[in-house]
């Protein structure tokens, strides 16, 4: 079994896990504000930032200094003491580095490209800077480690599948503990791409609120120690899938979500009813949010509690899976309260309700299959179940309740 010995993630909730834990429970998110200069042709708009000072990165990694490397420089402070255990316990060949990420040190590159047109010199931009690969190697450099580092870009499930990887790197074999997770950063080029394809929210983002209307972009980075070690939490399922349906679609059915999530219920040996919650992807998109709803309630009923915290950390992009999950251990570490769905933007909508009996002459009912009632969340606006992504979910349970 895999075990998660440390956490460490900074976002528009808080810049460490205190803050995070503090301003979940009480459904407030510092960044989660209007900014300019991100959104063309809008003077504001509001984007899920982290504000304040990031970690420098000296000279002699000038090749790696992007925001994208700052944030995971943040996380890694947190979860150092622990690395640092590992790497002395098991050698610097034997830590693996898995990382997603979709922006990398993208807006860097954005920053050279207009003072270059500009007819300026951008002295302080370097290639590798942008490279999609570019987190992990810097993060693997930093820590002087010589295992297996990769970075993998699959857009929103990035960072989850890095979780997946981590974990099958340990059972193959190939490493003893992986630094797992993922980082992104706000930039230009993704928020005005998601607004030519009219996803993008320019206020705060309403999760499965009636009147959804599209994302609201953030940043951040997280970080997980994988090891063998047992810990308190740990990894117990993983899935993925691909269905290939549509290029920024899911199926109209969610199949491939369906078959990630029921992959990790057989892999962790539980039933959907043992779930305790789930952190929904919850992009606030009309589609994401519909599909979504659906195929949690057709594996997973109207029991489990669950909910989208995107309201409150915006869409994280690459590193959006890491943050779900490193949310859900915090809720289990701190016995946190769940998070609330907040519908006082926007209302749910309202529940379908279930089809009349068909009536025949004789005016007898025939005896017809009926679909359980679709809805979102219950009257308290709460929704549930594990820690779950469209393409990827991570179950986890706290051991000690097993002891």
Not at 139 to 167: E, K, M, Y
Not at 230 to 235: C, Y
Not at 305 to 319: E, I, M, N, Q, R
Not at 335 to 347: I, V
Request: glycine content about 10%.
């Amino acid at each position: 079994m895999i075990y998660i010995s440390a956490v460490g993630m900074i976002n528009a909730l808080g810049r460490d896990n205190d803050e995070i834990a503090a301003n979940l429970a009480r459904g407030i998110a510092p960044g989660m504000r209007p900014r300019e200069g991100w959104l063309q042709g809008h003077p504001q708009a509001v984007f899920a930032g982290v504000d304040g000072e990031l970690p420098a990165i000296p000279d002699t990694f000038s090749a790696h200094r992007s925001r994208n490397n700052q944030l995971l420089l943040a996380a890694l402070a947190q979860i150092q003491p622990q690395v640092d255990r590992a790497i002395a316990q098991y050698g610097r060949e034997r830590v693996a580095v898995v990382l997603g990420t979709s922006t990398s040190g993208l807006d860097e590159g954005d920053a050279h490209v207009t003072l270059t047109l500009g007819g300026k010199e951008s002295a302080a931009w370097q290639y590798p800077q942008q490279e999609l690969g570019d987190p992990s190697r810097f993060l693997s450099h930093w820590l002087a480690l010589d295992g297996p580092a990769f970075t993998l870009s699959t857009a929103c499930s990035s960072s989850a599948r890095a979780i997946i990887s981590g974990r099958r790197l340990i059972e193959a074999g190939l490493a003893d503990v992986a630094i797992v997770g993922g980082a992104d950063t706000l930039s230009r080029m993704p928020i005005n791409g998601f607004h030519s394809l009219e996803s993008l929210s320019t206020t705060q983002c309403q999760p499965f609120g009636r009147d959804r209307c599209g994302i609201t972009i953030g940043e951040g980075a997280a970080l997980m120690l994988l090891t063998r070690e047992p810990q308190p939490i740990a990894l117990l399922g993983i899935g993925e899938s691909s269905d290939a349906w549509h290029i920024s679609a899911p199926h109209p059915e969610g199949e491939g979500a369906i078959r990630a999530i029921q992959q990790a219920l057989d892999d962790a040996g539980i039933a959907p009813e043992q779930v305790g919650y789930i952190n929904l992807h919850g992009t606030a998109t009309p589609l994401n949010d519909r599909i979504e709803s659906h195929v949690v309630n057709a594996l997973f009923g109207e029991q489990v509690p669950c909910s989208s915290t995107k309201h409150l950390t915006g869409h994280t992009l690459g590193a959006a899976g890491i943050t779900e999950a490193a949310i859900g251990m915090l809720i289990l570490q701190r016995n946190l309260p769940l998070p609330a769905q907040d519908f006082s933007q926007s209302p749910p909508p309202a529940p379908v309700a279930e089809p009349a009996p068909e009536q025949h002459a004789n005016g007898k009912a025939d005896k017809i299959d009926r679909q359980r009632l679709r809805r979102i969340g219950g009257a308290n606006g709460k929704m549930g179940a594990d820690i779950s992504q469209r393409r990827a979910i991570d179950s986890f349970r706290d051991l000690r309740k097993h002891e």
